[in-house]
């Protein structure tokens, strides 16, 4: 599974250890990933990559084993963190605007 999804084997176990992952275990008590542990780590991932803290995402997988009755609440988490990004984002285009002034200032090309 981590070489598959790209997560660290002791990310893999913390996010076990935390109740982020539950993996079934087969007869020799090895794990047994499926398609849907699949899908659910590299969707945690995403979310960590944009910032997500481990609290919401403990939240949000909670919510998930609540049922089809908490899309409502698992939207609007997922809306709020929309919006992080998105101002993240902004931020990271207005620094990257002023290295590529900087480049250019010095003669360089600041194309992609």
Do not use: W
Request: aromatic residues 8%.
């Amino acid at each position: 599974m981590a070489e598959r999804t790209g997560v660290s084997v002791h990310t893999l176990r913390y996010y076990e250890r935390i109740g982020l992952l539950t993996v079934a275990r087969g007869a020799a008590g090895h794990r047994v990933y499926g398609a849907d542990d699949f899908a659910r780590v590299v969707f945690l991932n995403r979310l960590r990559m944009t910032g997500m803290p481990i609290r919401e995402l403990r939240r949000y997988v909670a919510l998930v084993g609540e049922g089809e009755q908490t899309v409502p609440e698992r939207l609007a988490m997922l809306i709020a963190h929309r919006e992080a990004v998105r101002a993240q984002l902004a931020e990271l285009q207005f620094a990257l605007a002023t290295v590529e002034f900087k480049i250019a200032a010095y003669g360089g090309d600041c194309a992609p």
